[in-house]
């Protein structure tokens, strides 16, 4: 039925996906703060390894810092510094569960009937550049100078602002 040639980039693309996949069913089924984030952050390596297949080493590098280390850092560091009770309820999910399974499995029928139905149009390959994250860097500092600057202080300015609001909160 279907010819598929069992290729490295294949091989790990089905990984990729049972990463993602994996990382945000855990995600939303884990009841644990900290077990969620060690999932999302599967989900952005998953995400990373994926532009990796795609030849966009910059955005994979970008995911993996900026995503799966900053912003995983930055939720363990909130769930820390937040107060909460350790209360485990038990929620009664039967028929919430049977009704999300059977709208899942309804979901992937329909996305796999029209992507088979669907006729892609054969376009010109893109000219690949030989170093993309060079040319990026070059775009980045010569077309768009402002625009970066502009962003560059205004996580400063949020970098200050959080420390005054936690420095006032620790003053009271």
Same mark, same amino acid.
């Given at each position: 039925?279907?010819?598929?040639?069992?290729?490295?980039?294949?091989?790990?693309?089905?990984?990729?996906?049972? =990463?993602?996949?994996?990382?945000?069913?855990?995600?939303?089924?884990?009841?644990?703060?900290?077990?969620?984030?060690?999932?999302?952050?599967?989900?952005?390596? !998953?995400?990373?390894?994926?532009?990796?297949?795609?030849?966009?080493?910059?955005?994979?590098? =970008?995911?993996?810092?900026?995503?799966?280390?900053?912003?995983?850092?930055?939720?363990?560091?909130?769930?820390?510094?937040?107060?909460?009770?350790?209360?485990?309820?038990?929620?009664?999910?039967?028929?919430?569960?049977?009704?999300?399974?059977? !709208?899942?499995?309804?979901?992937?029928?329909?996305?796999?009937?029209?992507?088979? +139905?669907?006729?892609?149009? +054969?376009?010109?390959?893109? +000219?690949?550049?030989?170093?993309?994250?060079?040319?990026? !860097?070059?775009?980045?500092?010569?077309?768009?100078?402002?625009?970066?600057?502009?962003?560059?202080?205004?996580?400063?300015?949020?970098?200050?602002?959080?420390?005054?609001?936690?420095?006032?909160?620790?003053?009271?």
């Amino acid at each position: 039925m279907f010819n598929i040639e069992w290729t490295g980039e294949y091989i790990a693309f089905i990984v990729f996906s049972a =990463v993602i996949i994996s990382g945000a069913v855990f995600m939303i089924n884990f009841t644990k703060v900290v077990h969620m984030v060690v999932s999302l952050a599967a989900v952005f390596i !998953g995400i990373a390894g994926m532009f990796v297949l795609l030849n966009a080493e910059f955005l994979a590098f =970008v995911q993996v810092l900026v995503y799966a280390g900053a912003v995983s850092i930055l939720m363990i560091f909130g769930i820390m510094m937040t107060k909460h009770k350790e209360s485990e309820t038990e929620s009664k999910r039967g028929l919430h569960s049977l009704l999300v399974g059977i !709208g899942a499995v309804a979901l992937f029928g329909i996305l796999f009937y029209a992507i088979r +139905q669907t006729e892609f149009p +054969q376009e010109q390959p893109l +000219q690949a550049v030989e170093d993309n994250t060079l040319e990026i !860097g070059k775009l980045l500092f010569t077309g768009y100078v402002v625009p970066f600057e502009i962003i560059s202080v205004l996580l400063t300015v949020a970098f200050i602002g959080s420390i005054v609001l936690a420095k006032k909160e620790a003053n009271e």
